[in-house]
């Protein structure tokens, strides 16, 4: 089952840290939705159920990611306890992620999130796809976990980060919280969040950003490390 197990590292607009802050926020909002509780189960307790779609075999899940063999049952428990069809399509997604904000519009925020999981473009999410991602937000290396969100960023899939792919995320996040965003949210405040993410990290002032200069950035500001740091104490 989705849990909703560690609390929630986007910052509001009253946060005077929310400018760093923000870059990293989609990764975490995920992993506080998403976080399956892999602790106190028995075997019969995950004992996987057939479904229309099976899963690679589980030896060369562990291998691919940061997960045991036990726990990836687990995970595939909770995600064919949500989608016995074994594959999650868009709308799906949707409708798991609004339960969790009932005050906001999460729905522009879950297309993003659910374009990064479908890395193959073919508008489903399988299992696989689903702990890929999982492993890397949660037990990945600090670059992995910086790497998947310029992708979660990088819209169009181009390679860079432009400013209008990064407002539309910020706003989306925005549009989620709903009515949590304190003081109330004006309609120029994504932008002036973008404006301040792109001083700090468009070194050359190309107007694009880089997943080096994306890292790098990240990796120079305390706030945003230890935003990233939160998923290690998740598991």
């Given at each position: 089952?989705?849990?909703?197990?560690?609390?929630?590292?986007?910052?509001?607009?009253?946060?005077?840290?929310?400018?760093?802050?923000?870059?990293?926020?989609?990764?975490?909002?995920?992993?506080?939705?998403?976080?399956?509780?892999?602790?106190?189960?028995?075997?019969?307790e995950v004992e996987m159920a057939t479904v229309c779609y099976r899963p690679?075999?589980?030896?060369?899940?562990?291998?691919?990611?940061?997960?045991?063999?036990?726990?990836?049952?687990?995970?595939?428990?909770?995600?064919?306890?949500?989608?016995?069809?074994?594959?999650?399509?868009?709308?799906?997604?949707?409708?798991?992620?609004?339960?969790?904000?009932?005050?906001?519009?999460?729905?522009?925020?879950?297309?993003?999130?659910?374009?990064?999981?479908?890395?193959?473009?073919?508008?489903?999410?399988?299992?696989?796809?689903?702990?890929?991602?999982?492993?890397?937000?949660?037990?990945?290396?600090?670059?992995?976990?910086?790497?998947?969100?310029?992708?979660?960023?990088?819209?169009?899939?181009?390679?860079?980060?432009?400013?209008?792919?990064?407002?539309?995320?910020?706003?989306?996040?925005?549009?989620?919280?709903?009515?949590?965003?304190?003081?109330?949210?004006?309609?120029?405040?994504?932008?002036?969040?973008?404006?301040?993410?792109?001083?700090?990290?468009?070194?050359?002032?190309?107007?694009?950003?880089?997943?080096?200069?994306?890292?790098?950035?990240?990796?120079?500001?305390?706030?945003?490390?230890?935003?990233?740091?939160?998923?290690?104490?998740?598991?």
């Amino acid at each position: 089952m989705f849990e909703k197990s560690l609390v929630c590292g986007c910052p509001l607009a009253g946060d005077s840290h929310s400018d760093k802050h923000l870059a990293t926020a989609g990764p975490e909002l995920f992993t506080s939705l998403t976080t399956i509780s892999l602790h106190n189960r028995t075997d019969e307790e995950v004992e996987m159920a057939t479904v229309c779609y099976r899963p690679e075999g589980l030896d060369q899940l562990e291998a691919q990611t940061n997960f045991s063999k036990q726990e990836l049952q687990i995970l595939y428990r909770g995600f064919k306890n949500e989608c016995p069809s074994g594959v999650v399509n868009e709308e799906t997604f949707k409708h798991i992620y609004a339960q969790f904000f009932p005050h906001g519009d999460a729905s522009m925020y879950a297309h993003y999130l659910f374009n990064a999981f479908d890395t193959t473009n073919n508008g489903s999410i399988k299992f696989k796809d689903f702990v890929m991602g999982l492993s890397t937000l949660l037990r990945g290396t600090l670059r992995e976990k910086l790497e998947w969100t310029f992708h979660l960023y990088d819209i169009n899939k181009d390679g860079y980060i432009n400013r209008e792919e990064m407002t539309e995320i910020v706003r989306a996040i925005y549009d989620m919280m709903g009515k949590y965003t304190y003081p109330a949210l004006k309609g120029d405040v994504p932008q002036q969040h973008v404006d301040a993410f792109f001083q700090k990290m468009d070194k050359n002032k190309d107007g694009v950003l880089t997943l080096e200069e994306f890292i790098i950035a990240c990796q120079e500001d305390e706030i945003m490390m230890r935003s990233m740091q939160l998923f290690e104490n998740v598991m």
